[in-house]
């Protein structure tokens, strides 16, 4: 492998994580504050995808109208903003729909809601919408540069750039503020910070809705990524991206991401070496062995009596 | 819950009540005297005369109704695909199963009562387990020997029964998460059908058989428990490291692993790799299954009763406790997600010689969800439950299979309220007492 290819490589992987990244952050706040697996996420981050689709449509098409001048980054943040707002109600809802009536049971009864509500999410789509993929819009037009023998698009460097910003607002909104430090809160103790007058409620339904709004993000850009979308397009990201935001540790959102960048990584280098067929299973096996040593994943505590199924 | 015998409950203790307490009040209440001296021996019986019925006059009755033909589903699916065969399909239930099955059932009670206290009395319960289970099977056999497709519809609910209870042992007994069965099903269906493949089939790959075929179908249980060797064997990888601690790790790695698998078996190209592995003989013939989930029954309600398993429920209510009153934590999760992964592996097997074909893609994330939904529908650490669940939803599949694509919108939709009104499933955390269920019953 020439330098050359592995920067290719590098770049490749840093896109590739960055879907990962921002689904898991989903993932790794839905388990950090409620402690329940959202198996819905990965159909969350389709629905995204899709209803970026559906306003950046409705916004070209608005704009070839030509009663105001929209020009195509106007759209582009336009549609990330709407499809990250109107995601998140999504969330909400799988939120208010399979997980609020389970508080307080089984956390793997609320982890099957989860993934049925996943199954009613392909299938509606598929049911809606049909068959046909949908192709995203191509708002930006690839433009490449040559950095040395290293070819560089402006997409992946928007795409890797944004997700690394939303990371980072997320990180500082769990950080900074009075909702995110409910929220840590939250995830310290869920019996007993409600009592001290946090809702338990409002606070599960931002978690929710932040993760969708995130996964939404990571819809768009994938979209922009692979301009195909499909009703099943987020059941295999979505597990992959779960993996992640177990081996970030639990809650930990910087680790989740960082997870995220290295399943990336580690997909990409694993096909660039092996046949591309045995991705799966050395990337697997790398995160099992991971696991093996660190069973708290990177940034997780090592172990709480308060885990229960 | 129990209605006290003669004295009927006041009105307002029975709404609140459950709809099965309902139904059992309402059952004693109109036909105690009739019904409640019939036991379960005289049931199964009545069930057998019906399917005789059935062999004998089953296709002309239905001709004579209007049906097509004799009736898949007792009528269940023509529900939805020719809503106006609905009248016949009930008046062919009712004669050919419901109506025999009462009169004979009714008729034979006294000497059935006679057959079921001798049976418990003079013999160990086995003899009256053995013969319960034959007629029941008896019954089976000749309700499924009507058509292809009813045959197909049993053994997918007896596979389904054997991987929902192995599943229930780790998720429901051990009260941990695992995602590893389709893994474990695939190892067993893979490693059962290579032994069969190999030993007793002229196959382009392997060649000629090694043993001479006409002893394959005695040698079949070693297969299959070869796969579930094979399928244990994997478990160790997912066991080792995950129970050291307890938490959610089991839930992370045994999906890794059921990818790991899954790819695995895709990139060995000499199994046929993605595009599958064919040329299994289809020895899981109904006896075969029957069979081998009544073992499996037996095995594991047996394991939930032995030292092992109580000390396994002991650990799932609390690890800490257990482990400070000599519970060996670590031995007793290892063994029991071996155990449970060989009965997947055996399930995978059966599978795999059912349909003479398996491809990687079977095993994934919906055959996951699948038994996942099959466990939690059904009711953890319960054996009833556990059945139930399998035969409830592949019934459910089968039933609303003619809405095609909705079909995948409904189930889903079920599964939700039904959690949400019986977070821990339909029948949970209770077992029924077989010395009970069969006991002659006195009028």
Redesign the interface.
Known sequence: MTLATFFQHVLNALQLGSFYALIALGYSMVYGVLMLFNFAHGDIFMVGAYIGFFVSSGLVAFASLGIIALPNWLILVLTILLAMFLTSFVGMLVERVGYRPLRGSLRASAAITGLMIGIVLETGNLALLGARRRKFPILIETQSYQLGPVTVTNTKIMIVFLSLLLTLALHQFVRRTKWGMAMRAMAYDFVVVPLMGVPLNTIAALTFGLGSALAAAAGIFFGIAYPILNPYMGILIGWKAFVAAILGGRGSILGAALAGFLLGFIEIFVAAIFPSTLRDVIAYSIILLILTFRPHGFFGEPYSARLRL | MEVREGTAPPTETIARKTLLAKVRYFGRAQYKSQLSQIPLLGWLWGALMAMVIEQAVGYPLARALGLPGIPGLFGLRIMLTKPALIPSAAAYVLLVYVLPTLVVARLSAPLANRVAKQLLDRFPLWVSLIVHLGLFYATMHLWGDINAYRMLFLSFIMISIILTLSLNLV?GYM???SCSHPGFMALGAYGASILTVLLFVNDDVFGAPLLPPALGPFLFPLALIGGGLLAAVGAL?VA???F??????L???S???M??V???I??LEIFGGPRGFMNQPKWANLPTMFVWMAICLWMIYNFTRSTIGKAMCAVRDDE?AAGAMTVNTRRTKMVTFLFAAFWAGVAGGLFAHVIGYINPGTFG?YKL?EV??MV?LGG?NSIVGSITGAVGLQLLMEVLRPLQ??K??VI??L??VL??RR??GLIAFTEINIKDLLQPRRP
Do not use: Q
């Not at chain 2, 050291?244 to 790790?249: E, H, S, V």
């Open positions: 998720n009260g941990e998460f990888v080792i490291p995950s050291r601690t307890r938490g959610d790790y839930a992370i790695i999906l890794a692993f990818f790991i899954k790819s695995l895709e990139n800490i994330v969800s996942l939904a939690y953890l694509l909705f995948w919108i889903p939709i599964l939700i959690m949400i977070p821990t």
